[in-house]
T-cell receptor, first 111, second 113 residues
Framework: QKEVEQNSGPLSVPEGAIASLNCTYS??????FFWYRQYSGKSPELIMS????GDKEDGRFTAQLNKASQYVSLLIRDSQPSDSATYLC???????????FGKGTKLSVKP | EAGVTQSPTHLIKTRGQQATLRCSPI?????VYWYQQALGLGLQFLLW???????NRGNFPPRFSGRQFPNYSSELNVNALELEDSALYLC????????????FGPGTRLTVL
């Protein structure tokens, strides 16, 4: 069974710090990896996509993928209170098309 | 560019009734995906449509069904509503079949009384 695991949190970091969010997945057949941010009562908003091993940076966000370890992470530099949300890791396996989501990590950034 | 739109925003039904939810994808996107987010259960995949065809289905009973129209908009139907169908129903679209980025609409909050 294909699974995506995340620590539920809450993860609390002070404003300006680096927040590190982690995700593991169960099947080596996965090929596409995504991080979404979801504010309470709202729909998921795409932050990053990553397809190959290594790092991908976009502004304050860096996604890291290690397919051998079946691990994907998201680093948020200079965390802001507005970053406080639930962060969802999602994976697409093969040609299935649909996203398999982890349960999300709740991040709280304290001023 | 307009994003994914969904209607209605909120829908209140009683047990046993039918619900119809609608989704319009981003212009140029041909794939539409439906997900259910029930309290405490996370996001669960329901259905995937591309070019008018059902491509994949999640682990939901047959009373969850849908279709995609020639203009790529989509409809999700839930028959014989049960209390546990109360959830946020999210539609997403992508611009090619398979592994590509999905963008979500604002969702429809379905409440079954």
């Amino acid at each position: 069974q294909k699974e995506v695991e995340q620590n539920s949190g809450p993860l609390s970091v002070p404003e300006g710090a680096i927040a590190s969010l982690n995700c593991t997945y169960s099947d080596r057949g996965s090929q596409s990896f995504f991080w979404y941010r979801q504010y309470s009562g709202k729909s998921p908003e795409l932050i990053m996509s990553i397809y190959s091993n290594g790092d991908k940076e976009d502004g304050r966000f860096t996604a890291q993928l290690n397919k051998a370890s079946q691990y994907v992470s998201l680093l948020i530099r200079d965390s802001q209170p507005s970053d406080s949300a639930t962060y969802l890791c999602a994976v697409i396996w093969g040609s299935q098309g649909n996203l398999i989501f982890g349960k999300g990590t709740k991040l709280s950034v304290k001023p | 560019e307009a994003g994914v739109t969904q209607s209605p925003t909120h829908l209140i039904k009683t047990r046993g009734q039918q619900a119809t939810l609608r989704c319009s994808p981003i212009s140029g996107h041909t794939s539409v995906y439906w997900y259910q987010q029930a309290l405490g259960l996370g996001l669960q995949f329901l259905l995937w449509y591309d070019e008018g065809e059902e491509r994949n289905r999640g682990n939901f009973p047959p009373r969850f069904s849908g279709r995609q129209f020639p203009n790529y908009s989509s409809e999700l139907n839930v028959n014989a509503l049960e209390l546990e169908d109360s959830a946020l129903y999210l539609c997403a679209s992508s611009d090619k079949t398979g592994a590509d980025t999905q963008y979500f609409g604002p969702g429809t909050r379905l409440t079954v009384l």
